[in-house]
C-alpha cells in the first residue's frame, strides 16, 4: 500500500473526460439483497444504483437484518454506525452527537437523500430525525464526497427507508422493552406499520410512541443527564412516517413525509462528579430550570422518476426539511446581560433553527456513443436559512443565515472488461447573505455590518476499479468534499469592533481532499476489504475550547491518515464471523503557517477502533449474535495550549461485549440482548477526552442492560 497516494496514471485521466460530481440521493426501488450474493450489493448513494464493486471508494452498507439486531442491543443510530462503520467514533449515548465524527471529519447524514445536517450552524443534534424501525438499510460512502453536496468533508450516512415489495395488505406490531432492573430504569416502544402493494401503487404507513428511563452504570450509580445539550434518558419521543408511490409504466412518482418528536421529560437534574476520586457525573430527581431539550423534526421530499428518456433514466426530487433543536436552561456567563438581571443569575435557552428547501436533478445516460460509456449528468438547487435565538429572552445569538447553492454537475464511467475508470466535475456556485445584527452583550453587544460572502469552486473526482480476479478488485481514487465551517459559531463570537460578515476570513470554503487506495474481495463465503487514506484541508475548521468553556473556530489546515477493514466469514449456513478495524492519525496547526504537530482531539477525531463478532443459527428459526468492540489508549498533545486551550487529552481505553438472540415462532418474531455483558464500569471516551476536566460532563456508559422484543405480521 502507498503511504501517500499518488496522483492516478494519465491513461486514468484521460479515460475520464470530467472529473466527478455528486448526484441526488436517487429514490429507486431495490431488489429483495441475496445474502449469499454479496458481490451483488448495490448502493444508491453515488446518486445513480452501482455495484460496491465498481466504486473507486471505501463503502460500507448495514443490512436490514444487521440493523435489527443492533437496535435490539441498543436503539441508539450512532452506536449502529460504530459497530459497523470502521471509522466512526464512539457513540455518546446522548442526544449530542459532539464527537462523533466519520474519518476525523463531519459526515452529511441524508435520509431518503433528504440532508438532515446543518452545517452551518452545527448543533449537533442530527443523529435523532426518524425512528430506528422505518430503516431498511444505511449506505456510507467513506471519505470527502461531493456527491450529495455541501457538508460532507468526512463522507456520506443515507438512511434508506422500507417499501412494500409484496402484493397485498400487512400490518405489522412491533415492541421493545428494556430495563437494568431499577425502578425508573425502564424503556418502551412500540410501533405499527402498514405496508401496503396493489398493482401500481404501493402505500407505507408508520407510527411510533417511546418512553426512555434512567440510566444506571456498572457500579450501579445513575448516569449523568446533560440537562442542557439534550440526553435520550428520561426522554419521550414519536415518529408519523407516509410513503405513497405510483408506478406509470416506466414512470414513478413518490411522496414521502416524517414527522418525529424527541424530547426530555424533565424529572432529573445532574449532579456533578468528584474528579479527584475518579466519581463520574450523576443524576438525581429533580425538576432542572426552564423546559427540557429537545428535537423536532419535519421532513418532505417528491419523487419523479422515468426509467426511459432520451435514452437514460431521469430522476427529481423536491425537498424540503424543518428542524428545530432545543438546548437545556444555563446561566452561563455568555447569556448574561445587566440590562435583563443582575450578573449570574440569567438563565436562558438555547435553540437552534433551520428551514431547508432544494432540488436535485440526475439523469444517467449508459452506452453513451460507444458501449461501456456513462454520462451522469444534473443540477442540485438548495436554500438553507439557519439561526440560533435565546428561547427565554428572545435575543438574537445567530441572525439568520441565508444561503443559496446552485451546482451543475457532470460525471463519465467507463468500463471495459475487468476496469471501470470514473471522474467528474461538481461547480459549487454558493452565497451566503447575513443582515446587520448585534451579538449578545457579553461579546460587548458589538454591532456587526451585514453582508454576504460567494463562494464558487470545483470540487473534482477521479478514479478506477480493476477486478483482477474472481470476486476481487482493487481500487484507487482522489475526491474532494465542499463544506463552511459553522459560520453561525463565527458570527455569534464576534467582540472586535467595525467587524462586517463579507470580511470574515473565517467563512471561506472548506475543500477536503480524500486520496484512497484499497483492495476487496467479495464471494459467496464472506467479503474483506482493506483502505488506506490520507485526507487533507489547507483551510480546515477545528474547534477550540477556551478556558472560559467558549467555544471558537480556527481556521488552520488539518490532515487525517488512517487504515480501514473489514471482514466476514461464512465457513458454512449456520455461523459467520465478522469484525472491523480502523487506525486514523489526525494532525493540525495552532496557526496557518505552524508546524502540523497537534494532534486532532475528541471533538473531530475517535479512538483507534476494533469489532469482533459472531453469528450462530443454531436452530432453523434461532439465530445468536455475541460481539465486542475494543476502543484503544489515547494520550494526545501533553502540555500543549492554544491560548487559553487546553489541548492535552488522555483516553484510558475499554472493551465493551453485547449478545443478542432472535427466533422466529408462529407467534412472531422474539429477541432478547444484554447490552454490557459484563457490566463493564467505564466512563466514555468524549468525556475521558474532552470533557475530562468538567465535574458536569464526565458520564459513564451504560451498565448491563437486558432489553426484549416483539414483531409479529398479520
Known amino acids: 500500500m502507498m503511504h501517500k497516494m499518488k496522483p492516478l496514471a494519465g491513461a486514468v485521466a484521460a479515460a475520464c473526460l470530467l472529473m466527478t460530481a455528486p448526484q441526488a440521493a436517487a429514490w429507486q426501488e431495490q431488489p429483495t439483497e441475496n445474502e449469499g450474493e454479496l458481490a451483488s450489493v448495490v448502493v444508491t448513494a453515488t446518486r445513480t444504483a452501482k455495484a ?122 412491533n415492541t421493545r422493552l428494556a430495563s437494568q432492573f431499577e425502578s425508573d430504569s425502564l424503556d418502551w416502544k412500540t410501533g405499527l406499520t402498514v405496508s401496503h402493494k396493489s398493482g401500481d401503487i404501493d402505500v407505507l404507513a408508520f407510527a411510533s410512541v417511546q418512553r426512555r428511563g434512567m440510566g444506571y452504570d456498572g457500579s450501579g450509580r445513575p448516569l449523568g443527564i446533560d440537562a442542557v445539550q439534550g440526553d435520550t434518558m428520561d426522554s419521550h419521543g414519536n415518529d408519523l412516517f407516509l410513503k405513497i408511490g405510483r408506478n406509470f409504466g416506466n414512470q414513478r412518482l413518490q411522496l414521502t413525509l416524517n414527522r418525529f418528536d424527541l424530547a426530555g421529560d424533565g424529572d432529573y437534574r445532574s449532579v456533578p462528579g468528584n474528579l479527584a476520586e475518579g466519581i463520574p457525573t450523576s443524576s438525581a430527581p429533580g425538576t432542572p430550570i426552564g423546559m427540557p431539550p429537545r428535537n423536532k423534526v419535519r421532513s418532505a421530499s417528491l419523487d419523479y422518476r422515468h426509467h426511459e428518456l432520451a435514452g437514460g433514466s431521469l430522476a427529481v426530487q423536491l425537498f424540503g426539511h424543518e428542524f428545530s433543536a432545543l438546548y437545556g436552561a444555563t446561566n452561563t456567563s455568555t447569556f448574561q446581560d445587566r440590562a435583563l438581571a443582575p450578573v449570574g443569575t440569567l438563565w436562558d435557552q438555547s435553540q437552534v433553527v433551520t428551514e431547508k428547501r432544494g432540488a436535485r436533478i440526475t439523469w444517467a445516460r449508459p452506452d453513451l456513443l460507444v458501449q461501456g460509456l456513462e454520462l451522469t449528468a444534473g443540477l442540485d438547487w438548495l436554500k438553507d436559512n439557519p439561526q440560533q435565538r435565546l428561547a427565554g429572552t428572545g435575543r438574537t445569538w445567530v441572525p439568520e443565515l441565508k444561503f443559496r447553492s446552485l451546482a451543475p454537475f457532470a460525471q463519465l464511467e467507463y468500463e471495459f472488461g475487468p476496469v471501470t475508470v470514473r471522474g467528474g466535475v461538481r461547480f459549487e456556485d454558493a452565497k451566503l447573505d447575513v443582515d446587520t445584527y448585534t451579538t449578545l452583550a457579553a461579546y460587548g453587544s458589538r454591532r456587526v455590518e451585514g453582508g454576504s460572502a460567494e463562494f464558487s469552486k470545483s470540487v473534482k473526482n477521479i478514479g478506477a476499479v480493476w477486478r483482477f480476479a474472481p470476486g476481487w478488485s482493487v481500487f484507487a481514487g482522489s475526491s474532494e468534499g465542499f463544506g463552511l465551517p459553522d459560520a453561525g459559531l463565527v458570527l455569534r463570537g464576534v467582540a472586535v469592533p467595525n467587524q462586517s460578515v463579507s470580511s470574515l476570513i473565517s467563512l471561506q470554503p472548506i475543500v477536503t481532499r480524500n486520496n484512497e487506495v484499497g483492495i476487496n474481495w467479495r464471494g459467496q463465503s464472506g467479503q474483506f476489504g482493506l483502505s488506506r487514506y490520507d485526507s487533507r484541508s489547507k483551510l480546515g475548521s477545528v474547534i477550540r475550547i477556551t478556558s472560559a468553556g467558549i467555544g471558537l473556530v480556527e481556521r488552520v489546515p488539518t490532515t487525517v491518515k488512517g487504515w480501514e477493514a473489514n471482514a466476514e466469514w461464512r465457513p458454512n449456513k449456520d455461523w459467520s464471523v465478522f469484525g472491523t478495524w480502523a487506525t486514523l492519525d489526525g494532525k493540525t496547526a495552532a496557526s496557518q503557517g505552524a508546524p502540523m504537530d497537534l494532534d486532532l482531539g475528541a471533538r473531530s477525531q475517535g479512538p483507534d477502533k476494533s469489532v469482533l463478532g459472531a453469528n450462530w443459527r443454531f436452530r432453523p428459526q434461532a439465530q445468536l449474535r455475541l460481539q465486542a468492540t475494543h476502543l484503544r489508549d489515547r494520550d494526545i498533545n501533553i502540555g500543549r495550549r492554544v491560548g487559553t486551550s487546553n489541548l492535552e487529552e488522555h483516553f484510558k481505553g475499554y472493551t465493551l461485549v453485547d449478545a443478542a438472540a432472535t427466533w422466529d415462532t408462529q407467534y412472531g418474531r422474539f429477541g432478547l440482548s444484554v447490552e454490557n455483558l459484563f457490566d463493564k464500569q467505564y466512563v466514555g471516551y468524549y468525556s475521558q477526552s474532552a470533557s475530562a476536566v468538567d465535574v458536569n460532563a464526565t458520564y459513564a456508559g451504560r451498565g448491563r442492560t437486558l432489553a426484549l422484543s416483539w414483531s409479529r405480521s398479520f
Open 52 to 173: 460496491v464493486d465498481r466504486i473507486p471508494g471505501a463503502v460500507s452498507v448495514i443490512t436490514q437484518q444487521e440493523l435489527a439486531t443492533q437496535y435490539l442491543i441498543a436503539d441508539d443510530p450512532s452506536q449502529a454506525l460504530a459497530t459497523y462503520v470502521p471509522g466512526y467514533a464512539p457513540s455518546r449515548q446522548k442526544m449530542t452527537s459532539t464527537g462523533e465524527s466519520l474519518r476525523g471529519r463531519q459526515p452529511l447524514i441524508l435520509f431518503d437523500g433528504i440532508p438532515q445536517s446543518n452545517p452551518l450552524r452545527a448543533g449537533m443534534r442530527e443523529g435523532y430525525f426518524a425512528d430506528s424501525a422505518i430503516i431498511e438499510r444505511i449506505e456510507v460512502i467513506n471519505g470527502a464526497s461531493a456527491m450529495q453536496g455541501m457538508g460532507a468533508t468526512g463522507g456520506i450516512i443515507n438512511y434508506i427507508t422500507k417499501t412494500p415489495r409484496t402484493e397485498g395488505t400487512t400490518y405489522t406490531v
